[in-house]
């Protein structure tokens, strides 16, 4: 029955999540490589499509295929109707391997001149994606476009790299909870630690009352810099970050997986988000054996790990998506792109992975 509540919970919150997405741009539909992206304008071809074949979707952007550009100043256009009346939010993940200037306008034609509004202005420079959004509160026309604008911040060859673009109409009342850390393993009757942010998306402010839910766990405490609460406020496009304790029952069978359900819920009975913790249960004896055949270095790291162990070794992200499987003799190393990963060597306890 968890299971199934879960599944109908994620569908209902995909559901109403995409219902005010105006643009959803991962560039996976008729896309050919070195060609400008279907959909947008783009005259002098500076931007163009490009395709990376992977054995596993990124984390946290999905697909293959990307937009680039290379050309020291270029811009290409999405046409796009956006009225004063409403709100928006743009998001989009960027990487460059030198340093790029990235700006997005709002305007009436697919040409610079037309570009009238600055919805975000941000300088790309990291080698890994990173995630820009800009929350536009007031739109001074209505616009019939929006254009990306790029122009190389230092002399030589780089690339700016762009995927997974949304621009979401931002609605009165709308709460999200994005997990740092959701899965761990625990003796019966310990104590559990968990980090979790929340995120304030609509455009009113929002008093807000957390509710644990659970069989599994108690003596819940929930801390925003030190100090506890159980209700907070937040206003418009305001993050909270959280740090929870909870007990693991001392009942609790060895290898039970565990959750303990936190509701965000707005006082006004209007938006609800929803953190779950998962946590094996298992003795520090049993978890050190498997650790004892296991070996993780660095953790967190910087994408390249060393493995050292005898047997299946089973990575999986946080989706529960397989990303690698093989055997390991001895000493293996391996490249990991950035995010949270288990590993688990046989039969063993998964170990948590951190790729920054």
């Known amino acids: 029955m968890k299971k199934l509540f879960i599944i109908l919970l994620i569908l209902f919150a995909a559901r109403m999540a995409f219902a005010d997405s105006m643009l ?24 163009l499509a490009g395709y990376l074949d992977k054995d596993h979707n990124r984390t946290p952007h999905t697909g293959n295929w990307y937009a680039y550009t290379n050309s020291a100043e270029s811009w290409m256009f999405m046409p796009m109707f956006m009225s004063q009346e409403l709100k928006y939010r743009f998001t989009l993940w960027a990487i460059s391997d030198g340093g790029y200037h990235m700006e997005i306008w709002a305007g009436n034609e697919a040409n610079p001149s037309a570009m009238t509004q600055l919805l975000l202005d941000e300088t790309v420079s990291g080698d890994t994606y990173e995630k820009f959004s800009a929350y536009i509160e007031e739109m001074s026309s209505d616009y019939e476009y929006f254009g990306i604008h790029a122009v190389q911040s230092y002399c030589g060859d780089c690339i700016l790299t762009l995927d997974d673009i949304r621009v979401d109409m931002v609605g009165k009342y709308e709460v999200a909870v994005e997990p740092f850390s959701f899965y761990t393993t625990a003796e019966p009757g310990s104590q559990v630690e968990f980090n979790c942010t929340f995120l304030n998306l609509g455009y009113e402010p929002a008093n807000v009352i957390i509710t644990p839910h ?60 929803m953190f779950t913790l998962w946590a094996t249960a298992g003795y520090e004896s049993v978890d050190e054996h498997n650790i004892s055949t296991m070996s993780i270095y660095p953790n967190p790291s910087n994408g390249d790990i060393t493995i050292e162990g005898t047997g299946t070794l089973t990575i999986t992200n946080t989706l529960g998506q397989i990303v690698l499987e093989k055997k390991i003799i001895e000493k293996e190393t391996i490249t990991l792109e950035k995010g949270i990963y288990f590993v688990k060597i046989g039969d063993g306890l998964s170990k948590k992975l951190i790729v920054k």
Do not use: K, R
Not at 27 to 39: M, W
């Open 24 to 47: 959803i741009e991962g560039f996976e539909y008729g896309n050919h490589d070195e060609e400008v992206p279907v959909g947008w304008v783009c005259d002098d071809n500076s931007w």
């Open 214 to 273: 659970t069989i599994y766990f108690s003596d819940l405490h929930m801390y925003i810099d030190g100090t506890e609460h159980t209700q907070f406020h937040a206003e418009p496009n305001e993050t909270v970050d959280f740090t929870g304790i909870a007990t693991l029952s001392p009942d609790i069978e060895t290898g039970t997986m565990a959750y303990l359900d936190i509701f965000f819920a707005l006082d006004c009975d209007c938006a609800t988000a």
